[in-house]
């Protein structure tokens, strides 16, 4: 199956920078998708970006030209780099791997990063 790291969480002012990665072992070439959720408390957990094997790529309205979903297939990493952070982008981040197909089945994520946009 497929295993998958976040990292690069952290504390970031209002209009600050983060990069997270997520770091991907197992069959995750038979990806039919994969992407950045996050979940503020109280709140459900949403897509934030992601991609599809086919290519297409999908970002919330609410990080569109803020964010940005990249993929690393050497480093079998995916990569949301953050820009002109705001306070309501708090939130836990976590990645997802997901497939259907003839080759896998699978629904995976990681554990979760913690990004924390606050002066």
């Known amino acids: 199956q497929v295993q998958l790291v976040e990292s690069g969480g952290g504390l970031v002012q209002p209009g600050g920078s983060l990069r997270l990665s997520c770091a991907a072992s197992?069959?995750?070439?038979?990806?039919?998708?994969m992407g950045w959720y996050r979940q503020a408390p109280g709140k459900q957990r949403e897509l934030v970006a992601g991609?599809?094997?086919?290519?297409?790529?999908h970002y919330a309205d609410v990080v569109k030209g803020r964010f940005t979903i990249s993929r690393d297939n050497a480093k079998n990493t995916v990569y949301l780099q953050m820009n002109s952070l705001k306070p309501e982008d708090t939130a836990v981040y976590y990645c997802?791997?997901?497939?259907?197909?003839?080759?896998?089945?699978?629904?995976?994520w990681g554990q979760g990063t913690q990004v924390t946009v606050s002066s």
């Open positions: 197992g069959n995750i070439l038979s990806a039919d998708a």
């Open positions: 997802n791997a997901f497939a259907l197909n003839a080759q896998a089945a699978y629904d995976a």
């Open positions: 991609f599809t094997s086919g290519g297409s790529t």
